[in-house]
């Protein structure tokens, strides 16, 4: 009885463990995901009634813009997102490049061709059962025809471009509408005519300070973010649940829908129209699933359903009841929300409201930086600085590039529109597109990920879609009052994706065309027909097979080269993150003397590259583990690969992991050379390099005892402890990209003009590696593609 009652204890705490840290995770979840959505009402109302609509005496106008904006919040917000959006979760991640690099996986529509069946082994590969045949036929022709057409592909690879395109520019324009609304309270304390005049320049030092501090990292302040919203929401609830009880008590009824269908019978045109403002209510809704990575799906769902969706609704029904009560405001300019907030109270909820836009500001712009980091990584976006602001939280980062271009284009946003409709109207079209690309992905993934019928997925579409459609229609309709910037904005950065990834993808089919034959390195010898030097040298490449051209280039112009040549490959795959234990593929180049390597290093489009010193040493571990097992490279010894290129090369690679994580693999250990004691347990051994002609840390390699490593072996590990000791060069590829002789006039344009001019304006390949620049070698090619 005492071992049952034991174990039940047991059995309890674990649960209040589970469920503590659940709640920690929803309460932290506040101050990221629903700082934006929380401060919707700060402008709602106030950007349905400017122009529109006017409020009668009959209150049938204010009672249809509740409902309506309780009925979008039910099934936007909670219905689509909380129940059914976020179980589209790519491994725990989520966002719009998530639906598509889930796609990419099941439908294989990945636009560059680098992809091996090595990466098909990946855990979280697996985790998603991928390359299952859709169970209804409809999803197997589906599949099919995806694959085989790359008009469709392409077609896919631009939806899920714009979607990401307008969370840019959602990231321009979010902080101005927050925090522009925030101080808009000031009109209160000052005259009518004047009150203009002292918002902008408030919000510009606000938006100034809020870019500037940027750099800080969100872990430094974050500890304020989720206090902020929680009082926020509790502040507007509680005010809420007052003006219901003091002004209106049966405002409940006009959550009915039939005042929705009152509302536009009589607006007719202008309430069709005034959907734009009332779109306001769910600005930030996508963040629910952008941010999915940095928290589970029953904290976000617990946050929303428990107090954001019960405090907005509360918010919004309180500031109806007040208007309800208060016709004699008709056409007046304070129809915002602080005339709702009692007077003895319009001041410390100014101050939060400040501090809540601030939040739901910050957590739009980390989202853009890390969008970037995700379009970049995939190769639709040039190479930009990316800076970690946190050691233990690798989501969280910096692009200063980025960071500055978004502060003058809010300022410019702020300074030239000047309130809160037209901002409005901008941030409206860019909500309502990314949440209409999301549910056409999503109808996709019902599709071809859950392998649902296509009924299923046919109701889905036609039913969000439907209701989507119809805010877009209206937003779309103000195209000339604000509603052409995202657009703009949009345009510019797509047409910037689109040139990039181009000559991106140009270019690596020029690489696979002229890539060096096997055979021609076999003529060459051991030697490879020149002086080996000490030293590694590592020659980057985007194959992932063969030799590329940059080396015959490189062989043909310089005399010598490094007694280890290990061919690099830094590839991005189409999975959130990469186990450390599977980041390598290592495999052999020509025959074992050669000493020729190909690297295969595998990041998720959320990972983080390491810095050189610790990369160097997971890549040499890597290599040496590849030598001791030894299961590689027979065949190419005896000669048997001689016959054509190496067409099945990553039939013939090792999955290796880093040293850090392989404790029962080579690990290796640097020192100074003077040092030559190892303490140590009894079942490793050490080879040791011979003593070294100048001082330099000594490398140690600590072999398992166990398998027995055979002499060719040993003598390979020896070699390649030296030349880690001689140093290592980064030897890259400084390509100029050309169109041929006999290309179209737009192909002469967007290559030699438009992905030239954006090479030359972006981070190179060194800068993205972290290569010291005394260690790097560029070897100049031109590329006619």
């Given at each position: 009885?005492?071992?049952?009652?034991?174990?039940?204890?047991?059995?309890?705490?674990?649960?209040?463990?589970?469920?503590?840290?659940?709640?920690?995770?929803?309460?932290?979840?506040?101050?990221?995901?629903?700082?934006?959505?929380?401060?919707?009402?700060?402008?709602?109302?106030?950007?349905?009634?400017?122009?529109?609509?006017?409020?009668?005496?009959?209150?049938?106008?204010?009672?249809?813009?509740?409902?309506?904006?309780?009925?979008?919040?039910?099934?936007?917000?909670?219905?689509?997102?909380?129940?059914?959006?976020?179980?589209?979760?790519?491994?725990?991640?989520?966002?719009?490049?998530?639906?598509?690099?889930?796609?990419?996986?099941?439908?294989?529509?990945?636009?560059?061709?680098?992809?091996?069946?090595?990466?098909?082994?990946?855990?979280?590969?697996?985790?998603?059962?991928?390359?299952?045949?859709?169970?209804?036929?409809?999803?197997?022709?589906?599949?099919?025809?995806?694959?085989?057409?790359?008009?469709?592909?392409?077609?896919?690879?631009?939806?899920?471009?714009?979607?990401?395109?307008?969370?840019?520019?959602?990231?321009?324009?979010?902080?101005?509408?927050?925090?522009?609304?925030?101080?808009?309270?000031?009109?209160?304390?000052?005259?009518?005519?004047?009150?203009?005049?002292?918002?902008?320049?408030?919000?510009?030092?606000?938006?100034?300070?809020?870019?500037?501090?940027?750099?800080?990292?969100?872990?430094?302040?974050?500890?304020?973010?989720?206090?902020?919203?929680?009082?926020?929401?509790?502040?507007?609830?509680?005010?809420?649940?007052?003006?219901?009880?003091?002004?209106?008590?049966?405002?409940?009824?006009?959550?009915?829908?039939?005042?929705?269908?009152?509302?536009?019978?009589?607006?007719?045109?202008?309430?069709?129209?005034?959907?734009?403002?009332?779109?306001?209510?769910?600005?930030?809704?996508?963040?629910?699933?952008?941010?999915?990575?940095?928290?589970?799906?029953?904290?976000?769902?617990?946050?929303?359903?428990?107090?954001?969706?019960?405090?907005?609704?509360?918010?919004?029904?309180?500031?109806?009841?007040?208007?309800?009560?208060?016709?004699?405001?008709?056409?007046?300019?304070?129809?915002?929300?602080?005339?709702?907030?009692?007077?003895?109270?319009?001041?410390?909820?100014?101050?939060?409201?400040?501090?809540?836009?601030?939040?739901?500001?910050?957590?739009?712009?980390?989202?853009?930086?890390?969008?970037?980091?995700?379009?970049?990584?995939?190769?639709?976006?040039?190479?930009?600085?990316?800076?970690?602001?946190?050691?233990?939280?690798?989501?969280?980062?910096?692009?200063?590039?980025?960071?500055?271009?978004?502060?003058?284009?809010?300022?410019?946003?702020?300074?030239?529109?000047?309130?809160?409709?037209?901002?409005?109207?901008?941030?409206?079209?860019?909500?309502?597109?990314?949440?209409?690309?999301?549910?056409?992905?999503?109808?996709?993934?019902?599709?071809?990920?859950?392998?649902?019928?296509?009924?299923?997925?046919?109701?889905?579409?036609?039913?969000?879609?439907?209701?989507?459609?119809?805010?877009?229609?209206?937003?779309?309709?103000?195209?000339?009052?604000?509603?052409?910037?995202?657009?703009?904005?949009?345009?510019?950065?797509?047409?910037?994706?689109?040139?990039?990834?181009?000559?991106?993808?140009?270019?690596y089919e020029f690489d696979v065309q002229n890539k060096v034959s096997i055979n021609w390195l076999l003529s060459l010898g051991p030697s490879l027909g020149i002086v080996r030097v000490r030293g590694i040298g590592l020659i980057h490449t985007e194959l992932v097979s063969g030799v590329p051209a940059i080396f015959s280039h490189f062989v043909t112009n310089l005399p010598a080269f490094h007694q280890i040549l290990v061919f690099l490959c830094i590839k991005s795959v189409p999975v959130p993150h990469v186990r450390p234990e599977e980041r390598f593929l290592v495999g052999r180049i020509g025959p074992r003397e050669f000493r020729l390597y190909r690297c295969i290093v595998r990041y998720g489009y959320r990972d983080f590259h390491k810095d050189d010193m610790e990369f160097e040493k997971d890549l040499v571990c890597s290599i040496a583990e590849f030598?001791?097992?030894?299961?590689?490279?027979?065949?190419?010894?005896?000669?048997?690969?001689?016959?054509?290129?190496?067409?099945?090369?990553?039939?013939?690679?090792?999955?290796?992991?880093?040293?850090?994580?392989?404790?029962?693999?080579?690990?290796?250990?640097?020192?100074?050379?003077?040092?030559?004691?190892?303490?140590?347990?009894?079942?490793?051994?050490?080879?040791?390099?011979?003593?070294?002609?100048?001082?330099?840390?000594?490398?140690?390699?600590?072999?398992?005892?166990?398998?027995?490593?055979?002499?060719?072996?040993?003598?390979?590990?020896?070699?390649?402890?030296?030349?880690?000791?001689?140093?290592?060069?980064?030897?890259?590829?400084?390509?100029?990209?050309?169109?041929?002789?006999?290309?179209?006039?737009?192909?002469?344009?967007?290559?030699?003009?438009?992905?030239?001019?954006?090479?030359?304006?972006?981070?190179?390949?060194?800068?993205?590696?972290?290569?010291?620049?005394?260690?790097?070698?560029?070897?100049?090619?031109?590329?006619?593609?």
């Amino acid at each position: 009885m005492d071992l049952e009652s034991g174990v039940y204890r047991d059995t309890i705490k674990l649960q209040k463990e589970s469920w503590k840290t659940v709640l920690t995770l929803a309460y932290q979840s506040l101050g990221v995901v629903y700082g934006d959505l929380s401060t919707s009402p700060l402008y709602v109302y106030k950007s349905t009634f400017d122009e529109d609509i006017q409020h009668s005496e009959t209150n049938e106008e204010i009672f249809g813009v509740l409902s309506f904006v309780f009925w979008t919040l039910t099934l936007v917000p909670l219905l689509k997102y909380v129940f059914i959006v976020l179980k589209a979760d790519d491994n725990g991640e989520g966002g719009t490049f998530a639906l598509y690099s889930l796609l990419c996986r099941h439908a294989r529509v990945n636009s560059l061709p680098n992809c091996q069946s090595a990466d098909e082994d990946l855990t979280e590969y697996k985790k998603e059962n991928t390359g299952l045949t859709p169970k209804s036929s409809f999803g197997s022709s589906l599949k099919s025809t995806l694959e085989k057409h790359r008009v469709l592909q392409r077609v896919l690879l631009v939806l899920a471009l714009i979607g990401t395109c307008m969370v840019i520019g959602d990231g321009v324009l979010t902080p101005a509408i927050s925090v522009f609304s925030a101080v808009s309270g000031l009109e209160l304390s000052t005259e009518k005519e004047h009150h203009k005049y002292v918002e902008v320049p408030v919000a510009c030092i606000i938006l100034i300070g809020l870019f500037a501090l940027q750099h800080y990292g969100t872990h430094r302040v974050g500890f304020l973010f989720a206090p902020v919203v929680l009082t926020w929401l509790l502040c507007i609830g509680a005010i809420g649940l007052y003006n219901i009880i003091h002004w209106n008590p049966h405002v409940y009824q006009a959550l009915s829908p039939h005042y929705m269908y009152k509302f536009l019978k009589k607006t007719q045109r202008g309430g069709w129209m005034s959907l734009g403002g009332i779109l306001l209510c769910i600005t930030g809704s996508e963040a629910m699933f952008a941010d999915l990575g940095h928290f589970s799906q029953l904290s976000i769902k617990i946050a929303f359903t428990s107090l954001v969706y019960p405090s907005l609704i509360l918010a919004y029904m309180g500031q109806a009841a007040y208007l309800s009560q208060h016709h004699e405001m008709e056409n007046d300019y304070r129809i915002g929300f602080y005339v709702s907030v009692p007077e003895s109270l319009r001041w410390p909820v100014l101050v939060i409201a400040i501090l809540a836009a601030v939040v739901g500001s910050q957590a739009i712009i980390t989202g853009t930086f890390s969008i970037i980091k995700q379009c970049s990584a995939l190769g639709c976006f040039p190479r930009v600085k990316i800076v970690h602001t946190s050691s233990k939280i690798h989501g969280q980062i910096y692009i200063p590039e980025i960071n500055w271009i978004l502060m003058l284009l809010c300022l410019a946003v702020t300074i030239g529109f000047r309130d809160t409709r037209r901002m409005g109207n901008a941030s409206g079209l860019a909500v309502i597109t990314v949440m209409l690309v999301t549910t056409c992905l999503m109808s996709l993934v019902i599709v071809l990920c859950w392998q649902k019928s296509v009924f299923l997925a046919i109701c889905f579409v036609f039913f969000f879609g439907t209701i989507e459609a119809l805010y877009f229609s209206a937003s779309l309709i103000k195209f000339l009052e604000g509603a052409w910037v995202p657009i703009a904005l949009a345009f510019c950065f797509l047409i910037i994706m689109c040139i990039w990834h181009y000559g991106t993808l140009k270019k690596y089919e020029f690489d696979v065309q002229n890539k060096v034959s096997i055979n021609w390195l076999l003529s060459l010898g051991p030697s490879l027909g020149i002086v080996r030097v000490r030293g590694i040298g590592l020659i980057h490449t985007e194959l992932v097979s063969g030799v590329p051209a940059i080396f015959s280039h490189f062989v043909t112009n310089l005399p010598a080269f490094h007694q280890i040549l290990v061919f690099l490959c830094i590839k991005s795959v189409p999975v959130p993150h990469v186990r450390p234990e599977e980041r390598f593929l290592v495999g052999r180049i020509g025959p074992r003397e050669f000493r020729l390597y190909r690297c295969i290093v595998r990041y998720g489009y959320r990972d983080f590259h390491k810095d050189d010193m610790e990369f160097e040493k997971d890549l040499v571990c890597s290599i040496a583990e590849f030598i001791r097992s030894g299961s590689i490279g027979a065949d190419c010894a005896n000669g048997d690969c001689a016959n054509g290129d190496i067409l099945n090369e990553d039939d013939r690679m090792t999955v290796v992991g880093t040293c850090s994580t392989q404790t029962d693999r080579i690990q290796m250990s640097e020192d100074d050379a003077d040092n030559r004691n190892i303490a140590g347990p009894s079942e490793v051994r050490e080879i040791q390099s011979p003593p070294p002609i100048k001082r330099r840390k000594r490398v140690r390699f600590i072999v398992p005892e166990s398998p027995k490593i055979d002499r060719g072996a040993m003598e390979e590990l020896q070699e390649l402890m030296e030349a880690r000791e001689a140093g290592i060069a980064y030897i890259l590829g400084h390509s100029y990209v050309k169109a041929k002789q006999g290309s179209s006039m737009l192909k002469r344009v967007v290559i030699n003009i438009g992905y030239e001019f954006l090479r030359r304006n972006s981070r190179s390949a060194n800068y993205s590696l972290s290569v010291p620049h005394a260690s790097t070698l560029e070897v100049g090619m031109m590329y006619n593609v």
